[in-house]
């Protein structure tokens, strides 16, 4: 609406600078009429965007109205995506998970005239939640799973994706230095009609969005958190950890920061990895 308002002005001030050369008219009117070009073109945009930014807005209400409206749920955190596809939130009291997503697919620039949106809601016990998935530009770079915690066997937990997948995801020190364009949570539920749930954290089309790095915190923040509750409930089906097993991942993870410091070279790394694995 707003390009177009825009559009009009400059075809109108178009037409009479045109007419007005005909007539043989001053300057001053010639530079009349472009400034008013330009400034139609200004108007358009301020509107086209703030009509964008309202719709936004009305999203944002949306969302938060339908996680106000369930019953025996309360925020202790919560994520809303910046294209508004979708949202996510822990009530901590309750050990619940609330995901909200758009049941339509947009493509592109969110556009108050093209895209659609219809919210549905989904509730998860914190045991519902079978694993949680950092995925970059289309490409998995961490993953927690349930099948592969810490318990049990140490070893097979880390080469099956536990610590394995946490290690491998910080000792990948080249991925800080690639520019990304796309970052999604996806989490894996006990849900046969549903499996999974992909949370956007930064998309190419993101309106208003300023990449500052932020969003790699945040979805570690996630991640993280997911992993603790995925071990936290783990454990109390598996018993307690080894004594012995808790040193080996920490040592692990302190191989991973070496590593990405560059202290270690990938050789020397794997080489640390195998022996603390073997002892």
Request: aromatic content about 8%; hydrophobic content about 40%.
């Amino acid at each position: 609406m707003g390009v177009g308002i825009g559009c009009l002005g400059m075809i109108f001030f178009a037409i009479i600078l045109f007419t007005g050369i005909s007539d043989d008219s001053g300057s001053g009117f010639v530079w009349f009429c472009i400034i008013g070009i330009f400034a139609s073109a200004f108007v358009g945009l301020y509107l086209d965007n703030k009509r964008k930014i309202n719709f936004v807005v009305d999203l944002s209400k949306n969302m938060k109205n339908i996680v106000e409206n369930i019953k025996d749920f309360n925020i202790s955190q919560e994520f809303m995506s910046p294209n508004r596809e979708s949202y996510i939130a822990i009530d901590e009291d309750t050990k619940k998970v609330c995901i909200i997503e758009n049941k339509h697919k947009n493509h592109g620039e969110l556009s108050p005239t093209l895209s659609k949106f219809e919210y549905e809601s989904f509730i998860y016990s914190f045991s519902e939640i079978i694993q949680s998935e950092i995925i970059k530009d289309g490409v998995t770079i961490n993953k927690t799973s349930r099948g592969s915690q810490i318990g049990g066997a140490i070893v097979g937990g880390i080469v099956a994706g536990g610590v394995g997948a946490v290690i491998g995801g910080l000792g990948a020190s080249s991925e800080s230095k690639t520019t990304t364009t796309q970052l999604e949570l996806q989490l894996v539920v006990n849900n046969s009609k549903k499996s999974s749930h992909k949370i956007v954290f930064m998309s190419p089309h993101d309106i208003g969005k300023v990449i500052t790095g932020d969003e790699i915190s945040e979805i570690n923040h996630w991640h993280n958190l997911f992993t603790h509750i995925l071990n936290r409930n783990n454990d109390s089906k598996l018993g307690k950890v080894e004594k012995n097993q808790q040193p080996i991942a920490e040592e692990l993870q302190k191989l991973a920061q070496l590593k990405m410091s560059g202290f270690l070279t990938d050789d020397e790394f794997e080489i640390q990895k195998q022996k603390l694995l073997s002892s």
